[in-house]
């Protein structure tokens, strides 16, 4: 490892509020980085405080304090920084607080509704969203006709569709046509996926609670700033080694 002060350039824009390591690793791969002027698509490339960084022509720099905001996002809202397709962005209702660059940490799909966590912390992102990290997530099922207990037992043993093995956590009835789903993994669209697969059509998907970090009453559209306890309650949930690493 050098010992020149230097950064490898995937953790210096994420240090810089531009996305998740993994995420700044495709934006490097797109030639969407430039260095001193110079576009780089090297993974391994290390860049010094002195050196000039952009992405897309814009200049970035490391965030000066970091931001951790939840989100009660409503339906038919996009979990992304931009769309071709000109949909709604969840990350657009956090516009008249936080001015800055946030990115969403992992994703709810376009129709779910519920909790969302974003900010400008790449490390973090990355620890609670990696797949190896077991930070659980709760949602809020409700479907069109009663569930079968069965049904839920069996997602709990796991299940395989279209070649993906999904398992459930837990599962708890609120009613015969609503109960609570515990998941570790959160595979993309795991709970409609599953559902879908045995024909149970669901008119609601709202997630309640990311590890520690539970959704409450803030109201559908609203958002918050996480305490200190909650964001050191998603690290520790994360595993997350990264304070104090240097690479």
């Known amino acids: 490892m050098p ?17 998740s390591r993994r995420a700044c690793e495709r934006f490097i791969a797109g030639g969407r980085v430039q260095v001193n002027g110079r576009t780089v698509t090297e993974l391994g490339s290390r860049v010094r405080s002195s050196d000039s960084v952009a992405v897309d022509g814009k200049p970035i720099r490391p965030v000066r304090s970091k931001l951790y ?5 409503p339906r038919a809202y996009l979990c992304s920084n931009r769309d071709p397709q000109g949909r709604p962005l969840a990350v657009d209702l956090l516009r008249d607080r936080y001015p800055g660059r ?5 994703r709810l799909d376009y129709l779910s509704t519920g909790l969302i966590l974003f900010t400008n912390d790449g490390e973090l992102a990355r620890a609670v969203s990696h797949p ?26 796991g299940v395989t569709v279209d ?23 959160g595979k993309n669209r795991e709970i409609r996926n599953l559902f879908n697969a045995h024909n149970v059509a669901l008119s609601r998907v709202h997630r309640t609670r990311i590890g520690g970090v539970a959704l409450g009453k803030l109201r559908i559209g609203a958002h918050r700033a996480l305490s200190d306890a909650e964001v050191a309650s998603l690290r520790r949930s994360a595993g997350d080694g990264t304070r104090g690493r240097r690479d």
Do not use: H
Not at 3 to 19: E, H, I, K, Y
Not at 69 to 73: E, F, G, S, T, Y
Not at 164 to 176: L, T
């Open 3 to 19: 010992n020149d002060g230097s950064l490898r350039l995937q953790l210096f824009m994420a240090s810089c509020g531009v996305a």
């Open 69 to 73: 905001v939840a989100l009660n996002k």
């Open 102 to 106: 946030l990115f969403s940490i992992g």
């Open 132 to 157: 190896s990290s077991d930070v659980e997530k709760e949602y809020l099922v409700e479907a069109k006709r009663p569930i079968r207990e069965e049904l839920l037992e069996e997602f709990a043993r």
């Open 163 to 185: 070649g993906i093995r999904y398992r459930i956590k837990r599962f708890r009835f609120k009613s015969s046509t609503r109960v609570l789903i515990a998941l570790s993994e």
